[in-house]
């Protein structure tokens, strides 16, 4: 069943498989199921709780049992991290690989959109919207990558991938030596263990034969407000064209009728949270809006030149900086309690985005992010591969109820 985490669509099956997945068993994958997720990938209320949703109760974090997974591919970064798979597939908007990765002590890998099919998936944004993998080890992460990546006429962003059968042949334990890294101090957490953690981090990166350019600003100021813009009106727009294009019965048919539908189980459904998002999505126009076009405009220009531009400036191979904060404890009364994040800047600019387990912060996970150019994922697979036969970072959970 595909139900984003809500009971409104429990009981609703596609009738085929998605074409990720189609591939992924092509190449003998052996599919167990599916993970728990945050409802509606976090884009249900802006006072959301990650990891819970009305179908799947609330995730835990193997490594502390009352901190949180991060989302919204919550339940793939603890059933990778919990040994509980070999490899899982997420997908993100903003943040959904990546954060859960690091929270989860994981690699997570962002793709280029366009690299990977989205049908079957349930659309937020047709701009941002990526499947990708949630692995153990970055040579686990480019085969993963392999398998699933490639054309779909069912997508069109997919018409210009720029595919790799085999993307385990770009990883090279000496890939670091020569590479020149931008270091985008705005994304170091003001907490004193990450700070830490990433100039440790900074001396073994040098010591490999990195070039660092420190630090690199990424402009991240002004697309804020017009993502959230963007997304809300892509959020209504894809998912009404989804739910009416099901081929099976299906009480909901819209985002109206989901609205509807959780104001009506709402003991069930928003128990701990509410609907804001739904209700700002459903108010947005079509996507000839011009609302909608000018926020569009402003996140692919100030994002993809931004990066483009530092990148060219520097002649950068990617941009680094600690994919987030220490996991949080999880707080059903007010909510997710996010730290600094590096995720939006490739999110928004539709950018490749890696990262891989750098260390620990009173025994939470921390992860070092590398992004970059599109379809640069054969560049920051090989920088994340020396990066992580270099560390060897990456700790087994212990399942410690508390800090």
């Known amino acids: 069943q595909t139900t984003a985490g809500s009971l409104a669509l429990l009981g609703a099956r596609p009738p085929v498989d998605a074409p990720i997945v189609a591939r992924l068993r092509a190449a003998g994958a052996v599919i167990l199921g599916k993970t728990n ?39 793939s970064g603890a059933a990778v991290a919990a040994n509980l798979c070999a490899a899982a597939v997420g997908t993100e908007t903003d943040g959904s690989i990546v954060s859960p990765a690091t929270s989860c002590g994981i690699v997570g890998l962002k793709p280029t959109v366009g690299l990977l099919s989205r049908a079957g998936i349930i659309p937020l944004s047709h701009t941002q919207d990526t499947a990708g993998p949630m692995t153990r080890k970055v040579r686990d992460a480019a085969i993963l990558l392999g398998a699933m990546a490639g054309p779909d006429p069912r997508d069109p962003a997919t018409a210009g991938c720029k595919a790799h059968p085999d993307y385990t042949v770009f990883l090279d334990a000496g890939g670091l030596k020569g590479a020149r890294l931008g270091v985008a101090r705005a994304f170091f957490s003001g907490n004193r263990g990450v700070l830490e953690l990433m100039e440790a981090t900074l001396k073994a990166l040098a010591a490999q034969g990195a070039v660092l350019v420190d630090p690199v600003e990424v402009p991240t100021a002004g697309y804020e407000k017009a993502e959230l813009e963007a997304m809300l009106h892509e959020f209504k727009a894809g998912l009404n064209a989804y739910l009416a294009g099901r081929g099976v019965t299906t009480p909901i048919r819209d985002m109206a009728s989901l609205i509807e539908f959780n104001e009506r189980m709402k003991d069930k459904e928003m128990p701990l949270f509410g609907q804001e998002y739904l209700h700002d999505a459903q108010a947005k126009g079509p996507l000839t809006d011009p609302a909608y076009l000018k926020a569009l405009d402003t996140c692919r220009t100030l994002s993809r030149q931004g990066i483009d531009a530092v990148m060219d400036t520097h002649r950068l191979d990617a941009i680094i900086a600690p994919t987030g904060t220490p996991a949080w404890v999880t707080d059903l009364v007010n909510g997710d309690n996010y730290g600094t994040s590096c995720a939006t800047p490739a999110a928004v600019a539709g950018y490749p985005h890696l990262t891989v387990p750098a260390g620990f912060v009173m025994g939470l996970p921390v992860g070092l992010s590398f992004f970059g150019r599109a379809w640069s994922e054969p560049v920051l697979l090989k920088l994340g591969y020396a990066f992580e036969q270099a560390t060897k970072a990456r700790r087994a959970p212990k399942y410690l109820p508390t800090l």
């Open 37 to 75: 997720l945050s409802e509606w990938a976090n884009l249900r209320s802006s006072h959301s709780i990650s990891g819970w949703s009305g179908r799947g109760g609330l995730t835990r974090n193997p490594y502390v049992l009352d901190r949180n997974c991060s989302g919204s591919s919550s339940g």
